[in-house]
Nanobody, 114 residues
Framework: VQLQASGGGLVQPGGSLRLSCAAS????????MGWYRQAPGKERELVAA???????NYPESVKGRFTISRGNAKNTIYLQMNNLKPEDTAAYYC?????????WGQGTLVTVSS
């Protein structure tokens, strides 16, 4: 499985960004796709996840601000990030998990700064 992520950039506090991630290759229907992030000096953490049935999972730090969704083709996910804060600054990584195997995309940098 290959993952192609895009959409990072520089945004001011309170602004919005939308990340996209497309999966290709041998994709099983039963999967969970999501976004993780890693800030300098910190561990990688879950930002949002969505399973094949559309159920979502968010940590408290982004609830109400971030929304994960799947495209019509189901192998593409989007992360709409609103009301961004400086603490959201990190490299964001797309993840595809299925049948006990994790696949990772290249990181896309999100910088929230005035």
């Amino acid at each position: 499985v290959q993952l192609q992520a895009s959409g990072g950039g520089l945004v001011q506090p309170g602004g919005s960004l939308r990340l996209s991630c497309a999966a290709s290759g041998r994709i099983f229907i039963d999967n969970v796709m999501g976004w993780y992030r890693q800030a300098p000096g910190k561990e990688r953490e879950l930002v949002a996840a969505i399973d094949s049935g559309g159920s979502t999972n968010y940590p408290e730090s982004v609830k109400g601000r971030f929304t994960i969704s799947r495209g019509n083709a189901k192998n593409t996910i989007y992360l709409q990030m609103n009301n961004l804060k400086p603490e959201d600054t990190a490299a964001y990584y797309c993840n595809f998990a299925s049948r006990g195997i994790d696949y990772w995309g290249q990181g896309t940098l999100v910088t929230v700064s005035s």
